[in-house]
């Protein structure tokens, strides 16, 4: 009994470390302004003024919350052949801005790509959990038949069990990810009674929210340029007129109370000005390959680039995912193939 090692719940005489740094921690949640909430559902601009000066914000962990509805639009009800796409938020805007202060601090084109092009590449395992990251696995391909669905009296909880066994014992799909996002965003129970919501944090896409500190009366203002996209935030059939309605968009922001002690220090250690250092994203337009090679100048930047991600895909065919319109536009009868992608710096 000697040599054992005792579980922690039986260590009794060991010390109980405690953190007396916070006193504790809410949420502030910020909703639209009121000229812009009506753009939820129609191209424009739509506002979040953050302007609680006197709280200590932990903007690195803040997060959108977007509940919603998809339907068929010609027969208002749940899609049958389509689902949305994984990590289809940010894909919802054209543009996001961040300002602080009075100043725009980053503007981020293509959220949507560059978001997942982010997680995909650079933070692969902080985000795979994440409610609406649900990616394309395998072939990538996806249903060719109607969606499944359950009777609009069913049980949520039977509904959530017949869920999760269709998924470990239907194989209907090489492409898992396609299957779970059906299961998650086509039900009729949830669409009709209270719809679907999606959490999406504002980091990684924001290079400023790198600097994981805290911050205190500095205003800030997110803005998000809606666009109006069903047929490419929507995969599955052709031919579909599946649609996305956001039926509440809220920006939910951590709010840390410091104890009496460490806000003291921090007060008394702010005598002057510090500067900062964080990243900068920097997002540039797409293009698209029109010839057997392609000059494409970037941007010009004055700080030394960190790294550079590019990305490729093809044209869209409404919402069926296929070569045609690359083959047109590179004249050739078979799959176009990328042979050597050279990047020049500093020319």
């Not at 039926?247 to 921090?266: A, D, G």
């Amino acid at each position: 009994m000697a040599n054992k090692i005792l579980d922690p719940i039986f260590r009794l005489y060991n010390p109980i470390r405690y953190s007396f740094n916070k006193k504790k921690e809410d949420y502030i949640f910020i909703s639209p302004t009121v000229g812009s909430k009506s753009q939820l559902n129609d191209d424009g601009r739509i506002t979040f003024e953050i302007n609680s000066l006197s709280n200590w914000l932990l903007l690195s962990d803040a997060y959108f919350r977007c509940d919603f509805k998809i339907k068929d639009g010609t027969q208002n009800q749940v899609p049958q052949t389509n689902t949305l796409e994984n990590n289809f938020f940010p894909s919802l805007f054209s543009e996001m801005v961040l300002e602080a202060g009075s100043n725009p601090i980053e503007t981020i084109t293509h959220p949507g790509e560059f978001d997942t092009m982010l997680k995909t590449v650079l933070y692969p395992k902080d985000f795979d959990s994440v409610s609406g990251w649900i990616p394309d696995v395998g072939d990538g391909s996806v249903l060719k038949e109607t969606v499944r669905n359950l009777a609009n009296d069913a049980d949520l909880a039977r509904m959530r069990v017949v869920a999760r066994n269709t998924i470990e014992r239907v194989a209907q799909a090489t492409n898992h990810g396609f299957e779970k996002r059906v299961l998650q965003y086509n039900n009729v129970v949830e669409n009709n009674r209270w719809g679907n919501y999606v959490n999406w944090k504002l980091y990684p896409l924001f290079g400023l929210l790198e600097h994981r500190k805290v911050s205190i009366g500095l205003p800030y203002k997110i803005h998000l340029q809606r666009e109006i996209n069903d047929d490419t935030i929507f995969l599955g059939e052709n031919a579909s007129d599946a649609k996305l309605e956001i039926t509440n968009l809220q920006l939910f922001i951590p709010v840390i109370t410091p104890s009496i002690e460490v806000e003291t220090r921090i007060f008394n250690s702010l005598t002057k000005d510090i500067e900062i250092a964080f990243l900068h994203r920097n997002t540039v337009g797409s293009m698209t390959l029109t010839g057997e090679s392609t000059t494409w100048p970037i941007t010009n930047t004055i700080k030394p680039a960190r790294y550079l991600m590019v990305g490729f895909k093809n044209l869209a065919d409404s919402q069926m995912n296929n070569n045609n319109a690359f083959r047109v536009a590179m004249n050739q009868t078979q799959d176009p193939l990328i042979h050597k992608v050279q990047v020049r710096l500093n020319k």
